[in-house]
């Protein structure tokens, strides 16, 4: 639970979770000992009312839903982080419910083919035999494992094998290798019948190790949105003005095309901005990463304030705010007509709204809503820098 800080009455400076961040905080220093009743109220001027808000709720409110979403965060990361990835996953389902076209299952199902394993020639090829009953196989697991290779003696299934290769790694003896290694164990099968190759298992051990490798790396970096492998490098990016038209008040002589760039609450967000004409002719574009913030809608509500602060600052008139978040909007639309939130809309983004809507009312800035592909500019300039950490940058047209 958290608090936005109203009059500041309500609210212990030492006690209370108040400072705006996705953690539980309070501020501490010698000051706690001489001043233990220390209110907010103490440290700023009375504006309104102190709020207590569910933070992890669209509304401010607590629901089973958002508890049980928060538990089950609290559970995903309590477990071992590294995760297989999805076909391997597929696989080992596969494997325990016996689901692999191994050669007992081809002759069960009317394939008359060779029923013994290609690999040691010794048993019927069932889904276990493959995995660990197989010699080969077996010299693979010991060679890869090495101390911490388990007793296949007293595996009577592959379920139970699977169950043991995850507690072992839920206890640290072992990581997420074994599962690559029993789908390259099957590869290798399959090679031997349809390619008439048998791989050493030397290279069977070194092409599970790359798995488990290139998939890591694919989760700490993602090539696809990385700015340095996409075309656009210079964000010049035209937005259809035409469609806007019909939608803007009759004076409005330039549009401010707003966006934020949100991950999680452990990254830095990005926000940009872009400011053209009405016609279309660029007059400037700003963007930046911001400090860690708890939500996409504090980023956005982030990103809103400092462009509405900006137009202000450099005597931009009779421009209009454009942006895609429809929560931040419905929030700005609630200040703007009633000057308060709604008891049952609050969130953390309040405070900033309420700043938005004070500097708009003063120099009368209207704000849209539009789908996303109308704000790809400033989602351009957003993207690039939360993935570049990029401090302000401000282009003039």
Known sequence: MKWIIGDGQRTRVWFDNWLPGPHNVAPDGPASSALPNLLVKDLLAPWAHDTA???YSKIGAYTI?????IQKAIDKENAHNSVPSDPIKLFWWKCIHNGLPVAESLNIRG????????????EVEMVKHMLFGCRVDREAWNLSLLNTCPQFDHLNTTLSLLQ??????????TDTLPFYLGWRLWKMCNKVVYENKRDHIIQVIHAAMMDKQLWEEAQNHNSVNNPQHSAVTQVQVAFPLSSLLHSLPQHID????????????EDQAGIGWSLTSIEGTPRLQESSAIEL??????????????????AQTLRYDNVIFIGDCGELFKCLRMEAIDGRMHATYINEA?????DIVNIAKQNSFPFLYVPRYLVVTADHLAKKARWNKQQYVITWH
Request: glycine share 4%.
């Open 65 to 69: 839903k958002t508890g049980y979403h």
């Open 350 to 354: 309040t405070s900033i709204v309420k």
């Open 164 to 173: 043991e290769l995850i507690e072992r790694m839920q206890q640290g003896l």
């Open 293 to 310: 913030t708890s939500s996409s809608l504090v980023a956005e509500a982030m990103a809103m304030l400092l462009a509405v602060q900006q």
């Open 111 to 122: 394939c008359r083919v060779y029923r013994y394993c290609q690999l040691c020639g010794e």
């Open 254 to 265: 330039h549009l401010c095309l707003v966006d934020a760039s949100w991950k999680s609450p």
């Open 53 to 55: 808000y569910w933070m």
